[in-house]
């Protein structure tokens, strides 16, 4: 498995013994290592090689589209959700994001901030942004829907959540040094735990 640098962050952000919903929980480290703080959980993933290896790690995985099929989950079946750079890879994001304020009080979200320098100077020159965080060429991306912080923070709201924490980052997925100033130009993505205004 690849570790990735902000799983220690988001895994800090989620309570001990938390019921945990992993949607797009690729090949099961993130739960993983929850469930090794005491949490238990379930991943959602689509890909089913990914599936075969959240299963072999000993991940609760169920092969679902996060895009139509999240109904098949309870109301305030779940402490927490995690969408962890997966938003911007939905087809119908605010139905997403409803369907996970239905589920838990408490999400955490990461997405990456398609405007930070880098990726600005690169459409100055004419060319796509294509970075360590989004190491993609435009036309093999899973990225459907480009963002900044600034238009993301927005539709939090639209859909019902506060924002308790925001968490810069850069293009390790380490807690930017430069916190919250100038995030929006400044960071590669953006980690949130948000709570459902309800």
């Given at each position: 498995?690849?570790?990735?640098?902000?799983?220690?962050?988001?895994?800090?952000?989620?309570?001990?013994?938390?019921?945990?919903?992993?949607?797009?929980?690729?090949?099961g480290e993130?739960?993983?290592?929850?469930?090794?703080?005491?949490?238990?959980?379930?991943?959602?993933?689509?890909?089913?090689?990914?599936?075969?290896?959240?299963?072999?790690?000993?991940?609760?995985?169920?092969?679902?589209?996060?895009?139509?099929?999240?109904?098949?989950?309870?109301?305030?079946?779940?402490?927490?959700?995690?969408?962890?750079?997966?938003?911007?890879?939905?087809?119908?994001?605010?139905?997403?994001?409803?369907?996970?304020?239905?589920?838990?009080?408490?999400?955490?979200?990461?997405?990456?901030?398609?405007?930070?320098?880098?990726?600005?100077?690169?459409?100055?020159?004419?060319?796509?942004?294509?970075?360590?965080?989004?190491?993609?060429?435009?036309?093999?991306?899973?990225?459907?829907?480009?963002?900044?912080?600034?238009?993301?923070?927005?539709?939090?709201?639209?859909?019902?959540?506060?924002?308790?924490?925001?968490?810069?980052?850069?293009?390790?997925?380490?807690?930017?040094?430069?916190?919250?100033?100038g995030a929006?130009?400044?960071?590669?993505?953006?980690?949130?735990?948000?709570?459902?205004?309800?």
């Open positions: 498995m690849n570790a990735r640098a902000d799983y220690d962050l988001i895994t800090q952000l989620v309570p001990e013994r938390s019921r945990v919903l992993d949607l797009g929980c690729g090949d993130l739960l993983r290592r929850l469930m090794d703080k005491g949490c238990t959980g379930t991943g959602v993933e689509i890909e089913p090689d990914q599936v075969l290896k959240a299963i072999r790690s000993g991940v609760s995985v169920i092969e679902l589209d996060i895009d139509h099929q999240l109904d098949e989950f309870g109301d305030d079946s779940y402490d927490v959700v995690i969408l962890s750079r997966t938003l911007q890879a939905v087809h119908k994001p605010m139905e997403v994001l409803a369907q996970i304020r239905r589920i838990a009080v408490h999400a955490v979200v990461s997405m990456p901030n398609f405007v930070q320098w880098r990726n600005r100077l690169r459409l100055l020159r004419g060319r796509m942004p294509i970075s360590e965080d989004l190491p993609f060429e435009w036309f093999d991306t899973p990225n459907l829907h480009y963002t900044s912080i600034k238009d993301l923070e927005p539709l939090f709201a639209t859909m019902g959540f506060k924002i308790d924490r925001r968490i810069p980052l850069d293009a390790k997925g380490h807690a930017h040094r430069a916190g919250n100033l929006n130009l400044l960071a590669s993505s953006a980690l949130y735990l948000l709570h459902a205004d309800r």
